[in-house]
């Protein structure tokens, strides 16, 4: 599998905009066996918008962060603008990639759709397999959103967004009959949402009492309900998001230790060090090794 030089940093892709469409926020491309956006896919890389990738057929292996997928038939996969993507080989591709960015998600007709469980993703989850009966319907509606989004005009954004969101409630009751069980309750609610505040401030905060400020909640408080929500204590979610990132830069990077220190706000080298070894019994240098030879 291709790994980054150390003169590389992970390139972020924007989606592909259709001129003809008019339509920079979101994407639809129904592919019948072409290879579609394959120099894009086979390095390592990360998009700029969310990614819904609806199999009919597309044999071979991708990875999101470090997992490998064998792809499936008539499934789904799905990936949010951090993680990190690759595809071992081009294959020809029967079926349809979904792309939608924040910017879209940001509009104010389409601010319900970010608290969607296949969007929010508690579960970390990238693949949801599909019945025929699924199938049939998310093909219905993909049909509409290609129709749509091939009519510019004034309604275009109302219509995308009608569609979508019929299309990923669907979806998110399918993502909680397989990732999930019950409705959350408040305490998982904040659970969410201090996962998200990490997602979004890990780099710069690296302290339980920071996060609980920008929540306005005492950091006791929060310590509490998160160790009783996840099993776990609040700071083990930071260091593991920092985990996380270490991880894949040194999987998919050649970046130095010092660089990754820094990228993930290490004052120190030698902190940084002291802290993936704490938290996986090896050395950044020792886990880049021995990763890599696991792969090859």
């Known amino acids: 599998m291709y790994t980054l030089s150390s003169k590389q940093s992970i390139p972020v892709y924007a989606s592909k905009r259709n001129h003809a469409a008019g339509n920079n926020l979101f994407n639809i491309v ?41 792809r499936k038939e008539t499934t ?30 940001a509009l104010e007709q389409n601010a319900s759709l970010r608290e969607l469980p ?24 993909l049909s509409k959103l290609d129709a749509e989004y ?11 967004t009608a569609y979508l969101t019929v299309l990923l409630t669907y979806l998110s009751r399918l993502y909680t009959e397989q990732y999930m069980g019950a409705e959350p309750s408040a305490d998982k609610l904040l659970l969410k949402t201090y996962q998200a505040k990490i997602e979004a401030c890990f ?14 909640i005492s950091a006791g408080h929060l310590s509490e309900v998160v160790k009783a929500q996840s099993g776990q204590p609040a700071i083990k979610h930071i260091h593991a998001r920092l985990v996380l990132e270490a991880r894949r830069m040194l999987f998919y990077t050649h970046s130095t230790l010092k660089e990754i220190a820094f990228d993930l706000g290490f004052a120190e080298t030698s902190y940084f060090n002291r802290f993936f070894k704490r938290e996986t019994g090896f050395t950044p240098a020792e886990y880049r090794t021995s990763i890599r030879k696991m792969y090859q």
């Open 30 to 70: 129904r592919s019948d066996g072409a290879l579609v956006y394959e120099e894009d896919l086979l390095i390592p890389h990360r998009k700029a918008h969310y990614l819904l990738v609806f199999v009919k057929y597309n044999p071979g292996r991708h990875w999101v962060d470090m997992t490998a997928y064998e």
């Open 203 to 216: 780099r710069e905060l690296h302290e339980v009492g920071q996060y609980a400020a920008l929540l306005n």
């Open 76 to 105: 789904l996969y799905f990936s949010a603008p951090h993680q990190i993507l690759v595809k071992e080989a081009p294959t020809p591709f029967w079926g349809t990639f979904l792309t939608f960015t924040n910017e879209f998600l």
């Open 118 to 141: 296949l969007i929010q993703n508690p579960q970390n989850g990238h693949e949801l397999l599909l019945t025929p009966a699924d199938w049939d319907f998310v093909e219905e509606m």
């Open 150 to 160: 091939h009519r510019p005009g004034e309604w275009q954004q109302r219509m995308l």
